[in-house]
Each structure stands twice: as structure tokens, then as C-alpha cells.
């Protein structure tokens, strides 16, 4: 039964997912921007680099991974704790 309900709850928290995640792009514009700059700035002084930078800048830029994995750990320790609190029937 519960996971059914965690089926259903999916697109609402895919939703709740990227919603966090735009907010996190925006108030990283600026780091965003220095770290590309930054991660130019190496692979022009060194070339042999560039492709460890670009995995390094993908690894960097998944937010959307982290916010996931973050958001649904809480979801489920809410669904966790909100069960532990709840009296058990006894009927």
C-alpha cells in the first residue's frame, strides 16, 4: 500500500524536485559564472586537462542529482517519523 502512495506522490515530488533546484540555479548564477570562468582559465594554461575540467564541471553542476537525493531522504524521514508518532490501532 505504501508504495503505492509513494507511486502516486512521484510527480508531485518530481515537481517539488525541480522547483528546488531552479531555486538553487538562481541563487548560484554568480558562483556558477566564476567557477565556469575559473574552469576556462585552467584548461587554457593547461590543455591536457580540459577533459578531467569538463567531468569536474559536470560533476559540479548536477544539482538536480543532489536536490533528489536530498529531497526525498527528507520526504522519507518525515513519511518515517510522521509513522512512528502515529498511535497504533488496537481494534
Known sequence: MIMDIIKWL?????????????????????????FRELCNLVVCRYPDVAGDMIELSDLYFDRRGIVSKSYRSGFFDGLTISNINTPKRTD
Open 10 to 34: 512521484e510527480p508531485s515530488i518530481n515537481s517539488s524536485v525541480d522547483d528546488v533546484t531552479a531555486l538553487c540555479d538562481k541563487e548560484r548564477e554568480e558562483v556558477d559564472k566564476e
